[in-house]
């Protein structure tokens, strides 16, 4: 039913869709280093993999996007030093991260992971059955490369509060976020060294685009701050109930 309803909307939404795609903003990816280091104590590897998120998008450099920002906070709650490294190129989908990004990931040898995708799964219009086959690959694959390392992966946000996206946009692609990230949480759940981090946006903050960047559609540089407190605290837990 809620697939009828997504189709219904989208088709009424397919010309702001076309508009939307023909005039957005594009935004580069962060700069300098991909690789860096914080916190003091034993060593703690951290490798991010996944689309524009983990290439930072919306953020000046990777110490300050969700990568370094995970880092941060990883280090604070369980007092190590983390090496981390983010390996992201945006557009990916699910599968492409799985193809393109994995094989020569330094997974070999991480203790964590976090993992960004989703959302280029939506716009690209894959299905609920499509996507739940897709990222479990993905996460099989990752498990097979890494198979001490804890995985955090990013919820798909609530699109229905992007900027970017023309209200009738808002409305198909905010129903069929809640329906994949479902499929997420369904899918992390049967994995006990998987979590899923939920990623919330303030309405009051949405509506003034304080939390995103300047293309309305990617994090602000300010936002990758609580979103990678998220992902820290979602890894921590994992640790804490001895899932590693």
Same mark, same amino acid.
């Given at each position: =039913?809620?697939?009828?309803?997504?189709?219904? @909307?989208?088709?009424?939404? #397919?010309?702001?869709? #076309?508009?939307?795609?023909?005039?957005?903003?594009?935004?580069?990816?962060?700069?300098?280093?991909?690789?860096?280091?914080?916190?003091?104590?034993?060593?703690?590897?951290?490798?991010? @993999?996944?689309?524009? &998120?983990?290439?930072? $998008?919306?953020?000046?450099?990777?110490? $300050?996007?969700?990568?370094?920002?995970?880092?941060?906070?990883?280090?604070?709650?369980?007092?190590?030093? $983390?090496?981390?490294?983010?390996?992201?190129?945006?557009?990916?989908?699910?599968?492409?991260?799985?193809?393109?990004?994995?094989?020569?990931?330094?997974?070999?040898?991480?203790?964590?992971? &976090?993992?960004?995708?989703?959302? %280029?799964?939506?716009?690209?219009?894959?299905?609920?059955?499509?996507?739940?086959? %897709?990222?479990? =690959?993905?996460?099989?694959? #990752?498990?097979?490369?890494?198979?001490?390392?804890?995985?955090?992966?990013?919820?798909?946000?609530?699109?229905?509060?992007?900027?970017?996206?023309?209200?009738?946009?808002?409305?198909?692609?905010?129903?069929?976020?809640?329906?994949?990230?479902?499929?997420?949480?369904?899918?992390?759940?049967?994995?006990?060294?998987?979590?899923?981090?939920?990623?919330?946006?303030?309405? $009051?903050?949405?509506?003034?685009?304080?939390?995103?960047?300047?293309?309305?559609?990617?994090?602000?540089?300010?936002?990758?701050?609580?979103?990678?407190?998220?992902?820290?605290?979602?890894?921590?837990?994992?640790?804490?109930?001895? %899932?590693?």
């Amino acid at each position: =039913m809620r697939s009828l309803q997504f189709w219904a @909307l989208f088709a009424l939404a #397919l010309p702001a869709a #076309l508009r939307t795609r023909r005039t957005a903003v594009r935004a580069e990816g962060a700069a300098g280093p991909e690789t860096g280091a914080v916190g003091d104590g034993p060593t703690l590897r951290l490798v991010g @993999l996944g689309d524009s &998120i983990i290439a930072g $998008v919306g953020a000046s450099t990777h110490a $300050v996007g969700l990568v370094g920002r995970t880092a941060e906070a990883l280090a604070e709650l369980e007092r190590v030093r $983390v090496e981390w490294t983010a390996v992201g190129r945006s557009g990916l989908t699910s599968t492409a991260i799985r193809e393109r990004l994995l094989p020569t990931a330094p997974l070999h040898d991480a203790d964590a992971i &976090i993992v960004s995708a989703g959302v %280029n799964d939506l716009t690209r219009l894959s299905g609920p059955v499509r996507f739940r086959t %897709n990222l479990g =690959m993905l996460l099989d694959a #990752l498990e097979v490369a890494a198979p001490s390392a804890r995985i955090a992966l990013a919820g798909l946000p609530p699109l229905e509060t992007f900027p970017a996206l023309p209200p009738p946009l808002k409305r198909a692609f905010g129903l069929r976020g809640r329906q994949l990230d479902r499929i997420m949480q369904q899918v992390v759940a049967g994995r006990p060294r998987a979590a899923h981090a939920p990623v919330d946006i303030d309405p $009051v903050a949405a509506a003034d685009r304080a939390s995103f960047s300047a293309d309305g559609f990617h994090p602000s540089e300010a936002s990758y701050i609580p979103f990678g407190r998220g992902l820290a605290v979602a890894l921590h837990a994992l640790s804490s109930t001895g %899932n590693t």
